[in-house]
């Protein structure tokens, strides 16, 4: 085996050799092409597919900015292709937010069904293209509940029955779904989330009605049944309210500790009590206003107003003057026979008769505003109870020395709040809850000593601890300069001992030394030979020799003494 390999290496080096320039070049470009293709296909290849939330394009541009928009919201990563369609990541991310689409009624208008979970309907048979249509679409639904979050499984049971030739006898479509909520889910009591559900499988099947789709969970108990959840709709009204008026006297509260916290501190200010009269019911109110009209406008110029206003302004006048004056006509009847008129009036025949009537009708107009308000919730009254502390300040002697008490406490005084400040500190809180005297609203701030024996029980056993965390250290730091001291004391001692030593040895070594040498000359001068030890005249001769280094080199041997010295 090595030695075909040998061979099959040695072919190809030969073979490398016979070619030309030329033709190596071509072979290398074409190695290179054939690697780089191979890593653009298994780059292309290993891409990520996009997948399209809906088959069909969406031409409107405000239905497509909904539909973004919601998948922005979901932080769902999409493009838009040419053509108007959405490309999602994965199938389980188109069939995820088909349902949330589907549920906010968001899917455009002319979106089929078929298209929305893009059914392939083909088959050899009617009959078995039916089967399988059916098969598809319950099995396609029964994924798109699955891939709600609050659905942990959901079984889909899709009845649709063959199409008759008279309306009368055609049965319609049903639907019956069992899901599972996952832990923790509020689907069972969330009616939006049902709704969405129950339009999901309406838009599913053709045909199909909100009235024969039938949601249940697994005790049977039907979810859809909005009739009878008039109790359940009403608590959970009552609950939203509930809820609101928390957030409306939270927000009270906040803006309470806002405008005192600051000024006297959080631990000093507590909000007692807050309650906020909401009417939740819808009031639509009307009014009508007349106001007058303004002739001469004011010039923000002048220091003064030149604002002219009138009442109204005449429209249109209509002046009726009728005058009469004459005798009047009495009518007597036929032709040759006698009136019917009465003696009395039949007297007054002749006599000259005056009537005169004049009316003058002016039409003004006046200013009129009309007003449309719907109230819902309306602030009926607040009420607020606010207790504010005062402060407890520290006594320092003469000296700024702390005071402390015979238990050991620190000795404190109570400083509480003057009337002046409790009035500006009322004002402070109605101008936060927007104190309105018509409705009656009533906020109260009362000066309240507030139990902080527990607070200053910790601040003595810190400051008991932190004192003597402190005589601890200045005793510490004694003791160590004491020690310092004695060890500086004891090294001097020491030092004077050793050196008082060192020259009593010496002195006795020159005392000896002269006591020897004194010895040597008194017998040399008397002619006796003295024998001397090896020791002695090996140390003559040290000496001798020091002492001649000594005078010809004086400085290195003060050099060395320094040093023994110092060593010393």
Do not use: C
Request: charged share 30%; glycine share 6%.
């Amino acid at each position: 085996m090595n030695n075909w390999l040998k061979n099959i290496a040695g072919q190809i080096r030969d073979l490398w050799a016979k070619w030309k320039p030329l033709q190596k070049g071509v072979f290398i470009t074409v190695a290179v092409g054939a690697v780089v293709a191979v890593v653009l296909l298994v780059t292309l290849s290993s891409a990520p597919r996009m997948v399209p939330l809906v088959s069909r394009a969406i031409t409107d541009d405000l239905e497509l900015t909904r539909i973004t928009a919601r998948l922005d919201e979901e932080r769902v990563r999409y493009t838009v292709a040419a053509d108007g369609r959405i490309m999602v990541d994965s199938e389980s991310t188109a069939q995820r937010m088909r349902a949330l689409l589907t549920r906010e009624d968001l899917i455009p208008r002319n979106t089929d069904p078929w298209e929305l979970f893009d059914i392939d309907r083909w088959t050899q048979t009617d009959f078995e293209r039916n089967v399988n249509l059916q098969r598809s679409i319950t099995r396609q639904l029964q994924q798109h509940i699955v891939a709600i979050d609050d659905i942990d499984a959901a079984s889909v049971n899709l009845v649709i029955p063959r199409t008759e030739l008279f309306r009368d006898d055609q049965n319609p479509v049903t639907a019956s779904v069992i899901i599972t909520p996952k832990p923790g889910s509020d689907i069972r009591e969330n009616r939006r989330k049902i709704e969405g559900i129950e339009k999901l499988v309406q838009f599913a099947v053709e045909g199909l009605r909100r009235e024969n789709i039938t949601i249940s969970d697994r005790s049977g108990v039907v979810l859809n049944d909005f009739e009878g959840m008039e109790g359940f709709d009403r608590l959970e009204l009552t609950r939203r309210e509930f809820r609101l008026k928390q957030e409306i006297e939270g927000r009270y509260i906040r803006a309470i500790h806002d405008a005192l916290g600051r000024i006297y501190g959080q631990d000093r200010v507590k909000v007692v009590n807050i309650d906020v009269d909401l009417l939740m019911g819808v009031r639509t109110v009307q009014t009508q206003e007349h106001f007058p009209i303004e002739t001469v406008p004011d010039d923000p110029r002048t220091p003064f107003s030149e604002r002219q206003f009138v009442l109204s302004i005449p429209r249109s006048a209509e002046v009726v003057e009728e005058i009469y004056e004459g005798t009047g006509f009495n009518p007597q009847g036929p032709p040759g026979q006698e009136g019917q008129t009465p003696p009395a009036y039949r007297d007054l025949d002749g006599m000259i008769g005056r009537w005169s009537n004049v009316e003058n009708r002016t039409n003004f107009e006046i200013n009129t505003r009309t007003l449309f308000e719907e109230k819902s919730p309306e602030i009926r009254r607040v009420t607020a109870s606010v207790a504010l502390d005062g402060v407890w300040r520290r006594q320092y002697d003469e000296r700024g020395n702390l005071l402390m008490n015979p238990d050991g406490s620190i000795d404190r005084l109570y400083v509480g709040l003057t009337d002046d400040e409790l009035a500006r500190a009322l004002d402070l809180v109605r101008n936060a809850v927007g104190f309105n005297q018509i409705r009656g609203d009533n906020v109260s701030v009362q000066h309240i000593q507030f139990d902080r024996t527990r607070e200053h029980e910790v601040e003595d056993l810190a400051f008991r601890r932190r004192r003597q965390i402190q005589m601890i250290v200045l005793y510490s730091l004694i003791g160590v300069a004491v020690l310092l001291v004695s060890f500086i004391v004891f090294r001097l001692i020491s030092r004077e001992i050793e050196r008082r030593r060192r020259l009593r040895e010496e002195e006795l070594a020159r005392q000896h030394q002269a006591m020897r040498e004194a010895a040597l000359r008194s017998a040399e001068d008397e002619g006796t030979e003295v024998e001397m030890s090896v020791e002695e005249r090996a140390r003559l001769e040290m000496q001798e020799n020091a002492i001649n280094m000594a005078r010809e080199h004086p400085e290195d041997v003060a050099q060395l003494i320094r040093t023994w010295l110092m060593e010393e």
